[in-house]
């Protein structure tokens, strides 16, 4: 007998059962699992798919006066000793882990819980027989055991199988007692259900699962819409969507690991622009802040969405964006988080260096574009008397450059990619270009031109870039700020001037141009220097 063996034995000689109350646990997970009714749903839905089938129907409805939920579908179904095994808390059955929907082994039981009290199994093995088992909670909590009973099939189970069209193998899942999830307006809950449905396995239903709720198919939802817009190219999208690979790396547990996720970026162009007999308005979702953002995707089933990945900060011009990424479960799991009930993702919980990477490659210069060609198509005339005080500001700054504390621009041949100006509105009779692209050139940055947009009470005061060696203003004509100051042109002529300081050092370090403060990391010393800067700039603008 070897050291290591000997360990073993007197670690055995201390170890000591400890089963958990199964009354206490089960009355537990149902209260912290994390469900709501619809991503329960769609947990039950993931078995269905796992289990390889092409039909599933799904009934939302009162019978004999109590709520039930069906879900019954044509997979291969399952013998008696796997449904036993299925009906375990986390279940430990052999499954594709390429393909496979499931995380723990837990969903079934638990997501069923979380809504209801009663989950029965009734399941047909192809050239087999018909087997059924039921959990129950008030049973479980009576004996204090995690317990199932595996009773004969009633003449309700034969209704429930002869309505379900299941021929020769599949396996219907029925869930009763819907203490949380009481079905008031059966046909109101089953429409919420379908639009749920349709978007969270739209890829699925695209390769060929047909789902039904209630005697309705759900047809696919693509959040991006992106075979509209892309393939079929019914309208012009604001930015030019973009598709690719990325691969990232990370570590876990002390070991390396690498993946690829595949992305997909769009932004709608306006909805009042696009013909509704080409697109069917009713089955889209409004561009809004809680729909826009970003839709992850886990083996092309959606985990989550609208959501930021705290990768990019949401405006009121990300509206139209929307973004998607697409990963495989056995390569990325541990790196994403995915949490147990598939609905929803921590971003402390994305490894760092897989966040950093889609953040910086992708959401970060997507959402500046979009936010750049939604400020751009809202630029509009400047009243008169206000642009004669933007003129005379901006001929201030170019005859006292030379004092001033401004970027310096170096030599570069790069050309800053902000999207092909579709859409752009120009004002009338100006002459002036709305261009925000970038062509760096060297010397400083001593030019200004003022521009206004609407970008809504909430929206920021200003909005700043460069195009050439000039520094664009982009002022916020319905900011409560300016609205007040283009009532006293000299208030306006200093905010002018407070406001170039502030863009001078912003577009500085946009493109990394603040030579004097490279290599800084004293947030203290930047700060300090931004005011010296703003103060001797002003200094110099508004004395004679």
């Not at 000793?81 to 390429?98: C, F, P, V, W, Y």
């Not at 995380?103 to 093995?125: H, R």
Request: negative net charge; hydrophobic residues 35%.
């Amino acid at each position: 007998m070897n050291a290591q063996e000997l360990v073993s034995e007197s670690q055995v000689a201390y170890l000591k059962d400890n089963t958990p109350n199964a009354g206490r646990l089960v009355l537990a997970l149902r209260e912290t699992a994390g469900y709501n009714p619809y991503t329960v749903l769609a947990d039950l839905v993931d078995n269905s798919i796992d289990a390889e089938c092409k039909n599933i129907r799904i009934f939302i409805r009162q019978r004999n006066k109590k709520s039930q939920i069906v879900i019954a579908d044509d997979g291969y179904g399952m013998d008696e000793d796997t449904l036993q095994e299925a009906l375990r808390l986390g279940s430990n059955l052999e499954k594709d882990k390429i393909s496979d929907l499931g995380c723990f082994g837990m969903g079934l039981k638990v997501a069923s819980f979380a809504i209801g009290k009663k989950l029965s199994i009734l399941t047909l093995e192809k050239g087999g027989e018909w087997h059924k088992a039921v959990l129950d909670i008030n049973k479980i909590v009576e004996l204090d055991q995690w317990v199932i009973s595996t009773p004969p099939t009633d003449w309700e189970d034969v209704e429930i199988i002869e309505e379900s069209c299941i021929s020769d193998h599949g396996t219907i899942v029925v869930v009763d007692d819907l203490d949380k999830f009481p079905i008031s307006v059966t046909t109101q809950t089953a429409d919420i259900a379908k639009k749920r449905m349709a978007r969270i396995f739209w890829k699925k239903i695209y390769d060929g699962v047909k789902i039904q709720i209630n005697g309705d198919e759900v047809e696919a939802y693509d959040p991006l819409e992106w075979e509209d817009w892309v393939l079929k190219k019914i309208a012009t999208p604001r930015v030019e969507p973009e598709e690719g690979d990325i691969e990232v790396e990370f570590e876990y547990d002390g070991e390396k690991k690498t993946g690829t996720i595949h992305y997909r970026c769009m932004s709608f162009p306006e909805r009042d622009e696009i013909d509704p007999n080409k697109v069917r308005r009713d089955k889209v979702l409004p561009t809004n802040n809680r729909t826009c953002g970003i839709y992850v995707y886990r083996n092309n089933r959606e985990i989550a969405h609208g959501t930021t990945l705290d990768c990019y900060q949401k405006h009121t011009t990300h509206h139209s964006m929307r973004m998607a990424i697409y990963f495989k479960a056995h390569e990325l799991d541990s790196g994403i988080g995915t949490n147990n009930n598939k609905s929803n993702i921590d971003p402390d919980k994305i490894s760092k260096s897989i966040k950093d990477k889609l953040s910086e490659e992708i959401f970060r210069p997507f959402a500046s574009k979009v936010y750049k060609a939604c400020v751009t198509e809202r630029l509009e005339n400047t009243a008169d008397g206000i642009q004669e005080v933007h003129d005379a500001a901006s001929e201030r700054i170019r005859e006292k450059s030379k004092g001033l504390a401004l970027p310096t621009l170096p030599q570069s041949k790069e050309k800053r990619d902000t999207g092909d100006g579709k859409g752009t509105v120009v004002p009338k009779n100006t002459g002036r270009s709305r261009g925000l692209g970038v062509n760096r050139q060297s010397g400083k940055l001593g030019e200004v031109e003022y521009q206004s947009a609407k970008m809504g009470r909430g929206g920021q005061l200003y909005e700043a870039d460069k195009v050439d060696r000039k520094l664009v203003v982009i002022w916020n004509s319905e900011h409560p700020v300016y609205l007040d100051a283009s009532r006293d042109k000299k208030m306006m002529r200093i905010l002018d001037f407070m406001v170039h300081a502030m863009a001078s050092a912003e577009v500085g370090y946009m493109y990394g141009v603040c030579d004097e403060l490279e290599g800084s990391v004293d947030p203290i010393e930047t700060i300090i220097k931004f005011k010296m800067d703003l103060s001797n700039n002003l200094r110099i603008l508004v004395g004679e």
